[in-house]
Nanobody
């Protein structure tokens, strides 16, 4: 079974940057699509970004386009989410999730659409506040 561990969260001021990491163990992560999701208190989980298996299509939610960048380092079996120009509304617990041989689409970052990602990490807290 795939095991994922997120790291890199923390407290940052508006306009600052963070880089989240999603490290996989026991599998070759290149064979999986990786999605980044976030959930704020009292709100539903929402898709943020997705990178397809074998570096296929990349997708971003409209709310983060131009500010967030998803990437994969196959040598380290890790997927990253670079977050720049952070806003208070980005505050949430961020989760990574994996799906075998999956090709990302806009549905993965569309509010209200149920995700089909099977494996999930434990989450990392991101707080954007002055």
């Amino acid at each position: 079974q795939v095991q994922l561990v997120e790291s890199g969260g923390g407290l940052v001021q508006p306009g600052g940057s963070l880089r989240l990491s999603c490290a996989a163990s026991g599998v070759t992560l290149d064979y999986y699509a990786i999605g980044w999701f976030r959930q704020a208190p009292g709100k539903e989980r929402e898709g943020v970004s997705c990178i397809s298996a074998r570096d296929g299509r990349l997708v971003y939610a409209d709310s983060v386009k131009g500010r967030f960048t998803i990437s994969r380092d196959n040598a380290k079996n890790t997927v990253y989410l670079q977050m720049d120009s952070l806003k208070p509304e980005d505050t949430a617990v961020y989760y990574c999730a994996a799906e075998d041989n999956y090709y990302c689409s806009g549905a993965d970052v569309t509010p209200g659409v149920l995700t089909e990602f099977e494996f999930w990490g434990q989450g990392t807290q991101v707080t954007v506040s002055s």
